[in-house]
């Protein structure tokens, strides 16, 4: 390594030239079929860079998968930029922080899913040279550090019948989680979140539907506010602000956005025009830990509520969510149960419930705190390509 150039950003911290990227494309089944509004998932299709540079390795992933349900990316488009456009803008360069990547890449529109992998892995890296865990490197900025454990609920898709959604909370509460979302769709709603209420009354109980309705439904909206729901996840559009602004004015529950939000610029937007009570961060969809960082900011600034939403990872981006979800200003419980939950046999280490008080540790060791399984990584990879200055 060598020190960076007089007037640089962080003096002293070491360079890191970008030696080698490896890029796989690695799919898993599901422990359980996960179905929500747009869709049943069974097999998990994600990829996975490894970021090579003075004898470290950084990892990243992400998060699209096999169709364009929550997102318009998937594997195989995000491979397609990943490969073609985004690692060629890194190699051979000189990285001295993460925050550098937005710039790098700025000349990609869009493709935040693809982004975010690189920029957990350039996290990942420098974490690991300044000898701090993620979690510590993110929270720099803020005197109280970050949090040891982080909260977590679970997520229960939509069950074949209501009583089986029943069957399947009452195991996720006797497992030790204290946070139960629910997936909704139009039909499968009221009744269902009425007999979750009448059957779990001390339990803290939230929606989530995934875009599936529209303005004309805010009758079905303000019959739940008597249900003492957390929160209501984004109900319309999953690109839409504005509508969500005029929703929240005629419901009691607390209403948050999630797929909405894409950046810092669509934070701000939606607290000025009053358009939600909470945002679900996932670093993935907003293009990486910077940017998340900045949503998390704007957040506490305003008074609007966070946490840290999931999207089926491995052990690889659950650390980085951990990490994330350590921030001082994530107060609500997160997407980020047990990696038991999805995977029999996962990539990397395992995550656990801590049952007492439905919290995870987060990972203290250096960069992400985990070890990745090699041999499994090679086991579940379906293509790797390497790339090299």
């Not at 550098?100 to 690991?128: E, F, N, Y």
């Not at 801590?354 to 995870?360: G, H, K, L, V």
Request: proline share 6%; net charge negative.
């Amino acid at each position: 390594m060598r020190l960076a150039a007089p007037g640089s950003a962080r003096m002293g911290q070491p360079l890191m030239n970008i030696e080698q990227i490896d890029l796989y494309a690695i799919s898993q089944r599901l422990v359980t079929p996960f179905k929500t509004s747009f869709g049943t998932q069974q097999e998990r299709s994600c990829l996975i860079v490894a970021l090579h540079s003075e004898g470290l390795t950084g990892w990243g992933e992400c998060v699209a998968t096999n169709d364009p349900g929550y997102s318009y990316e998937t594997a195989v488009t995000a491979w397609h930029i990943l490969s073609d456009f985004l690692i060629p803008a890194m190699m051979g360069k000189d990285l001295q922080e993460p925050t550098q990547l937005r710039d790098w890449l700025r000349h990609v529109r869009g493709h935040p899913l693809a982004k975010a992998a690189l920029d957990q892995a350039a996290w990942d890296i420098t974490a690991q040279r300044d000898g701090l865990s993620l979690a510590h490197k993110l929270a720099a900025p803020y005197p109280e550090g970050p949090k040891a454990r982080v909260e977590v609920g679970v997520s229960i898709g939509i069950q074949p019948t209501i009583q089986e959604t029943m069957t399947v909370i009452t195991q996720h509460l006797e497992e030790g989680y204290g946070r139960i979302k629910l997936k909704i769709k139009p039909g499968h709603d009221l009744a269902l979140a009425r007999l979750a209420r009448q059957t779990f009354p001390d339990a803290r109980i939230m929606l989530d539907a995934n875009s599936a309705y529209t303005l004309n439904d805010t009758p079905l909206f303000q019959a739940m506010d008597d249900l003492q729901l957390l929160m209501i996840e984004q109900p319309l559009a999953y690109e839409d602000i504005y509508q969500h602004s005029k929703l929240r004015p005629h419901i009691h529950t607390p209403l948050c956005l999630d797929e909405s939000i894409h950046s810092a610029a669509d934070t701000q937007l939606a607290i000025d025009i009053r358009a939600c009570d909470i945002i679900n961060i996932k670093p993935s969809r907003v293009g990486g830990w910077t940017e998340a960082r900045e949503i998390h900011d704007l957040c506490q600034a305003a008074g609007i509520r966070t946490w840290v939403g999931g999207m089926l990872e491995t052990g690889i981006g659950r650390a980085a969510q951990l990490a994330l979800a350590a921030l001082p200003g994530i107060t609500l419980p997160g997407d980020i149960s047990a990696t038991a939950r999805y995977y029999a046999q996962d990539i990397a280490t395992h995550f656990f419930l801590n049952p007492a008080d439905s919290t995870i540790d987060v990972p203290t060791g250096p960069g992400l705190g985990i070890v990745v399984d090699k041999k499994r990584l090679t086991a579940v990879s379906q293509q790797k390509a390497t790339f090299t200055p």
